[in-house]
């Protein structure tokens, strides 16, 4: 470089240097500081989407709970049914989603109760499984080694079985009927997708300075996984959870439909669609089609929400 | 890239034994069986059921059961079992094989506990309707998920795309037997303009796959497309609608990728025009992923349409699954259920090779 | 049109000895908190053959103003709001979708920071540059090929017969840099734009590759336009520097001027967060705080709440970039301006050391 030109004045000592510095000691710039929960909240409740969708499932949430109280009509018991109109009757002022063929049961009734067991085994499969997945991804990814490979391997298994052929199986084995051993069955069968993305999530997270600096801290192992890695894991577990809700509640309801499900008596909306199924020649089509919509409107909102879900808590995996 | 595919599908191997393995250990550790049919059945006694147990082989122990379905065992010793038997001629010259002709490993599926046909006739029967079926509505569906996918990236924010993601959520939240039953009950049901299921008019043509239907077929092909045409409509726009959600949300998501990469931005810095851009140099890129998908879905084309079959009665794959399922016809279920996972492993091979012939950067050996 | 008219004979015309002619540049972008002002009111002229360095921390909008001349920004989200880009006396924000391919890569070409990215996986290296050349100079498959092989002879790649068969992924990032300064350079183009063109590379390929674009500019004259966050890049390459912060040209000059009596504080205190062997010993000075948050940009100067040397007057309103002196250089501070007198000489010896710091080595 060129010769600098003389300067007009003295060169600072570097003391006197920071003295001018020092002369605005408030220039900080200030951060302002969010917990990830927050930042997340914030987000979510800028996804128009997902604040539609968490009123939908909220909503339907609402409906089977409180909703066979605020009913006229009681759903065990069977009004007579009248011989002239054996296909139902359409949408009315008293039964605003009409009513079905045969023993003529208000359907909003039957929409409304099958509401419940539709939503349990829904929500329960998932966190059930979502649970099982956390624990088996944690270890395979955490502990590694032949722990890993044994249980991916049975993971592998799992995925490569049609599952819905073993869930009619297994629930034909098992005697079937029951809404908790459905409920189970499912949880079974959706924990081995979540255990995979738990296990990817953990094997990168295993390596990060943080998760060193415990262990090298000699923090335990069990402290490590669910103090340090668990919470950073949790934004894809939950995610995955809710859509799987969604996933459940669609095959809970195709199972039943084909009666492999919960006890036919019961109501699911599964059971509701599959007796409706001997009318369908006839052209009532209220029967099928307000369970149908229950179903829709349930996953399109538990859709909705993962979405926004999925870009508030992780929003470096938009698209 | 052959060594790379022999290796694949020996690899294979251990994997469908494993899969056929539990499977089959599934179906016969239930309880209730394939006699379980009889249990309403007063005038059939504990004998008649045990001489049916025994003339199935149900009272051997499982593993033996399943080795002979394998094919491995039998009267001569085990590995010889293996081996391919009877004779062949080669050159005039006639030559004895020392192995077995019995079970899977031999071409031989067995028979249906319900109705006594070899399974592989069963399979045979179904295939075609299957494949009519879902290979149809997977042709119309691949092509307007691909259209509209790769135009709405194209287009992003623009109304269309708006459209597509309302509709691929709509889709993916619709269940597709739902679907199925509301099409049957209008257009069925209510307008009467189409039939509620099945595969063909039982009064005017003969059933399907026989000598005579494709007799009638070969006499009057109008006719005879005309009626399989209105039996395709309803389960053909079932599947269709459910897919292409899934589709089209793919190819869009990896044409977009493609777009928002920086070689495209070095297209269009060269002065690429846009048609270019998108059809050139993002198209080729966005194909890879889309063709490893396509790949995943051939299996779908001999199995995966049993919903839509179970609710329009279509007498493919799924059907006769479902139905199987039902009365624990378990050799009829083990045949089909082992076609399609040899499918799916073939498929995915296929995927990965087509993958090393579009992508420079993947190189098997 | 009448509205065009009317304002080229209230602006000063073109100047005809100038290739390029940025005016009142404004780019943003709209996402989903507000419109994000990544280039606000962006001046700057490179003349024939010249070379120019556009300096700035990442964020400062550089790379959009480069990608706004080509109009490579993408809308939606982004928009060229406002402004006017002269190029070879004609206005490119009013060049139809066509004219603007006939200028990009031929008039106009490109090279950018990640080379490992930067070419398509699926062609050849030799398809890739071919395709520059057929597009603009209208010659056939055969006579495109030969000419890409001579473009890679000529910067400097080994055996160019045989590279231009090879994909990417087959080449090294180095390789890849020269390939897309072959591609950018194919059609003979007027302005030769470089996007930190050696950040993503290894150190000693980064000189190789600083000294190719150095020996073609030269031999070619084409003109220069080089960005980089790298001071000690800008005073081995170029002739003038523009520094940008903010959106906004904050100081401008030639590279002597610019490096060694920094006029902005904010040029100083990049100048003093260099590592120097005077330094050894000391703790490495940085600019305190961060780039303004762009929805909350302070109402003054943008750099006033990181300046060690802004007073009231710098939150009040925005300086404009002014001419200092008789040197015909520009910056954008208060501190030199009439109002700024008294402070001045505190500013001028914290310069003086930083340039001290750097150069007295």
Not at chain 1, 132 to 137: E, F, L, P, S, Y
Not at chain 1, 156 to 166: A, H, R, T
Not at chain 3, 117 to 138: C, D, K, M, Y
Not at chain 3, 203 to 214: H, M, N, P, R, S
């Amino acid at each position: 470089m060129t010769e600098i030109e003389t300067p007009r004045v003295k060169e600072l000592t570097p003391a006197e240097l920071e003295a001018i510095q020092l002369e605005r000691p408030d220039f900080e710039v200030k951060l302002e500081s969010l917990s990830q929960w927050q930042l997340a909240w914030r987000r979510f409740k800028k996804h128009r989407l997902a604040i539609v969708g968490a009123v939908l499932f909220f909503g339907m949430c609402a409906v089977a709970a409180f909703g066979p109280f605020l009913l006229p009509y009681n759903f065990y018991t069977i009004p007579t049914p009248d011989k002239f109109v054996y296909a139902g009757r359409p949408p009315s002022l008293a039964h605003p989603f009409g009513e079905t063929g045969g023993l003529q049961r208000d359907v909003l009734t039957l929409v409304v109760n099958g509401a419940r067991l539709s939503l349990l085994i829904g929500v329960g499969a998932s966190i059930v499984g979502a649970t099982i997945g956390a624990i088996v991804g944690g270890v395979a990814g955490y502990f590694g080694g032949w722990i890993d490979n044994l249980l991916m391997r049975i993971v592998d298994i799992m995925l490569s079985l049609p599952l819905l052929f073993v869930i009619l199986v297994v629930s034909k084995f098992l005697g079937g009927g029951s809404w908790y051993l459905i409920m189970f069955i499912f949880a079974i069968f959706s924990w081995p997708g979540i255990s995979r993305l738990v296990r990817s999530l953990f094997l990168s997270l295993r390596g990060e300075d943080y998760v060193d600096a415990a262990r090298a801290a000699g923090v335990g192992d069990v402290r490590i996984i669910f103090r340090h890695i668990l919470p950073n894991a949790m934004s894809p577990i939950i995610v995955a959870a809710t859509l799987s809700v969604a996933s459940v509640i669609i095959s809970e309801a195709f199972v039943s439909f084909l009666g492999f499900g919960v006890d036919v008596t019961t109501p699911t909306w599964g059971n509701v669609l599959s007796n409706s199924l001997n009318f369908i020649t006839v052209g009532n089509w209220w029967w099928p089609l307000f369970p149908g919509l229950a179903i829709v409107v349930t996953v399109l909102g538990i859709n909705f929400m993962g979405d926004g879900l999925r870009d508030a808590l992780d929003p470096r995996a938009r698209e | 890239m052959i060594k790379y595919a022999v290796r694949r599908t020996l690899q294979a191997i251990p994997v469908l034994l494993g899969i056929s393995m539990i499977i089959y250990a599934i179906l016969l550790i239930a309880p209730g069986g394939p006699e379980a049919r009889f249990a309403q059945n007063p005038r059939i006694t504990a004998d008649q059921i045990a001489a049916f147990r025994h003339r199935w082989g149900l009272d051997q122990p499982i593993p033996i059961q399943y080795c002979k379905w394998l094919g491995v065992c039998g009267d001569k010793p085990f590995l010889v079992n293996a081996l391919p038997g009877g004779t062949i001629e080669l050159a005039g010259v006639r030559i004895e094989l020392p192995g077995g002709d019995n079970g899977v490993l031999h071409g031989d599926f067995g028979f249906s506990v319900v109705n006594g046909e070899p399974v592989a006739a069963i399979i045979g029967d179904r295939l075609p309707a299957t494949l009519i079926l879902a290979g149809t509505a997977w042709v119309i569906w691949v092509i307007i998920a691909f259209i509209s996918g790769v135009y709405a990236a194209v287009k992003r924010y623009s109304l269309f795309d708006s459209a597509l993601t309302v509709f691929n959520y709509v889709g993916f939240s619709f269940p597709t037997f739902w679907l199925g039953i509301m099409l049957i009950t209008v257009f069925a049901g209510s307008l009467h303009v189409l039939p509620a299921g099945g595969m063909w008019n039982a009064r005017t043509v003969p059933p399907f796959g026989t000598s005579e239907y494709w007799a009638f077929f070969g006499s009057q092909p109008l006719n005879a497309l005309a009626d399989l045409g209105t039996h395709m409509i309803l389960p053909v726009f079932t599947l269709v609608v459910v897919s292409i959600a899934y589709d089209s949300r793919f190819v869009r998501s990896s044409m977009l990728e493609a777009l928002n990469q920086d070689y495209i931005r070095t297209a269009r810095a060269k002065g690429v025009p846009e048609r270019g851009v998108v059809f050139r140099h993002a198209l080729r890129n966005a194909l890879l992923p889309v063709i490893t998908n396509l790949g995943l879905e051939i299996p779908f084309l001999f199995t995966g349409a049993f919903v839509t079959e179970t609710i329009f009665s279509w007498p493919g794959m799924g059907f006769q699954f479902i139905q199987s399922t039902a009365s624990f016809d378990y050799p009829v279920l083990m045949g089909l259920l082992s076609v399609t996972a040899v499918v799916t492993v073939f498929a995915n091979l296929a995927a990965d090779l087509t993958y090393a012939i579009v992508d420079p950067r993947v190189k098997y050996d | 049109m009448t509205g065009t008219a009317h304002l080229v004979a209230e602006a000063p015309l073109a100047r005809d000895d100038l290739l390029l002619d940025v005016r009142g540049l404004r780019t943003h972008f709209k996402v989903m908190d507000g419109t994000v002002k990544a280039v606000d009111g962006v001046d700057l002229s490179i003349a024939q053959g010249q070379t120019l360095g556009l300096v700035g921390e990442s964020g400062c909008g550089k790379s959009v103003t480069a990608l706004s001349i080509m109009r490579l920004i993408d809308i939606p989200p982004g928009k060229i709001v406002d402004g006017e880009i002269w190029f070879d006396g004609r206005d490119l924000l009013q060049l139809s979708d066509s004219e603007i391919h006939d200028v990009r890569g031929n008039d106009i070409a490109m090279i950018f920071q990640e080379p490992m990215t930067s070419l398509n996986p699926v062609f050849t290296v030799g398809e890739q540059i071919a395709e520059a050349v057929r597009l603009h100079q209208h010659v056939g498959g055969a006579e495109a090929r030969n000419r890409a092989i001579e473009s890679l002879r000529a910067v400097g790649v080994p055996a160019p017969e045989r590279r231009v068969r090879q994909y990417p992924h087959e080449l090294s990032g180095g390789m890849r840099q020269r390939v897309m300064i072959a591609m950018a350079l194919s059609c003979h183009p007027k302005l030769l734009i470089a996007d930190e063109p050696t950040t993503a590379l290894d150190v000693t390929i980064q000189a190789q590759i600083l000294e190719l674009i150095k020996e073609i500019q030269a031999r070619t004259g084409t003109a220069l336009l080089l960005i980089t966050h790298d001071l000690g890049v800008v005073a081995e390459t170029v002739q003038h520097v523009a520094v940008m912060y903010a959106g906004r040209i904050v100081e401008q000059g030639t590279a002597e001027q610019v490096l060694l009596q920094p006029k902005h504080p904010y040029t100083q205190g990049l100048l003093s967060s260099i590592p120097g062997r005077q330094r050894r010993g000391r703790e490495l000075s940085v600019i305190k705080g961060v780039v303004p948050n762009p929805f909350r940009m302070p109402p003054g100067c943008k750099f006033e709440p990181r300046c060690p040397f802004a007073w009231e007057r710098c939150r009040a309103s925005e300086p404009s970039l002014a001419a200092t002196d008789r040197d015909g250089r520009t910056v954008r501070c208060f501190l030199h301006t009439d109002e700024g007198a008294s402070r001045r000489g505190a500013y001028e010896a914290a310069a003086v050391a930083a340039v001290r710091g750097v150069v007295a080595q």
